[in-house]
């Protein structure tokens, strides 16, 4: 400190550094300098924090996810849902806590938003792995265990063969020399057009010996143009093909139905069980496609969400780290 002598007399100057007289420290003006009491108003991260917000929800899609797209859904679908509906109320323990929390905010604590963090993103998983899941079973898995649940036939000769001894067949294999008999193809149309071609042996065209009864028939749908049809479902060009996939769609069984009456009427032949199949070369390696394709769908979904919620996580723990309370 020293003396400044001016017109009133020696006033008290303060030295650069010194505390003044009255005590004030807030009248300390520091210059590029950031106050201690600022600094400590910056959060650290909870670590526990970011690994239950980026765990908890992959793990709640991951295990809904599979719940809904593999053998507990088809075995047992009530404890499928049992199982969906636990998880479901955990998420909403989740939210009740998120809400509780965020009410009783406190100044400097970072947990109330990492709860609501949590919730949002558990909820979300739920819902996105319950819709997936859902969508996966139908279009890949429920076909897979249906078919799979059924008889394997072997060498079935289509001329002496009936649908009512095979009403049970998933796969059917028929004899080296079976083939699709063109000629009598036949089309159903509904907005969508619903094909069927009879499963022959020997000559094919006018030459063709006719059955006492055509119960075996290739179909597909939107396959066959013109009019009257030529069918082009499946492998019909394949001359190796002499397998087929039983088809399994309830709704679209009628259709293919009608069409069988259409080609009676229209070529004066009998179908009296009709069995529909899809005309394949390997009919085993088809069916075990569709268990492939739903494993496929389930850890490309899995993966992806995981990506999705590790980019939420260090979004939310940058913006955390930032935010001065």
């Not at 992959?58 to 679908?77: D, K, M, R």
């Not at 969508?192 to 071609?197: G, H, I, K």
């Not at 059955?211 to 143009?225: E, K, L, R």
């Amino acid at each position: 400190m020293y003396a400044d002598y001016g017109a009133n007399g020696p006033t008290a100057v303060p030295m650069y550094g010194a505390m003044p007289l009255d005590g004030n420290l807030q009248a300390i003006e520091f210059h590029g300098k950031v106050p201690f009491a600022a600094r400590s108003l910056r959060k650290s991260v909870n670590l526990v924090a970011v690994v239950a917000c980026l765990f908890l929800p992959i793990l709640i899609f991951v295990v809904v996810f599979a719940a809904q797209s593999f053998g507990l859904h088809y075995e047992t679908p009530r404890n499928c849902m049992l199982l969906c509906g636990g998880i479901l109320v955990a998420v909403f323990i989740m939210g009740y806590f998120a809400y509780t929390a965020a009410m009783q905010r406190t100044v400097g604590v970072q947990e109330p938003l990492w709860y609501v963090v949590v919730f949002a993103s558990g909820f979300l998983a739920w819902i996105l792995a319950f819709g997936f899941g859902q969508a996966n079973f139908e279009a890949n898995m429920q076909p897979f265990y249906d078919t799979d649940n059924l008889n394997v036939y072997q060498s079935v000769n289509p001329a002496t063969a009936h649908g009512s001894q095979m009403m049970d067949a998933g796969r059917i294999m028929f004899t080296p020399d079976s083939h699709l008999d063109l000629v009598k193809a036949m089309v159903f149309q509904n907005v969508d057009r619903f094909c069927v071609a009879p499963i022959s042996v020997g000559p094919s065209g006018p030459k063709a010996t006719k059955f006492a009864t055509y119960d075996f028939w290739a179909v597909g749908q939107n396959c066959c143009p013109g009019n009257p049809a030529e069918f082009r479902c499946g492998e019909y060009s394949n001359t190796k093909a002499t397998s087929g996939l039983r088809l399994m769609r309830e709704e679209e069984r009628a259709y293919y139905r009608l069409a069988v009456q259409q080609a009676e009427a229209a070529y004066n032949i009998r179908a009296q069980h009709p069995v529909f199949l899809y005309w394949l070369q390997d009919a085993n390696a088809e069916l075990f496609a569709y268990e492939d394709d739903g494993f496929k769908y389930f850890l490309l979904g899995s993966l992806c969400f995981s990506c999705f919620q590790l980019f939420v996580v260090v979004v939310a723990t940058i913006a955390f780290s930032k935010t001065s309370l």
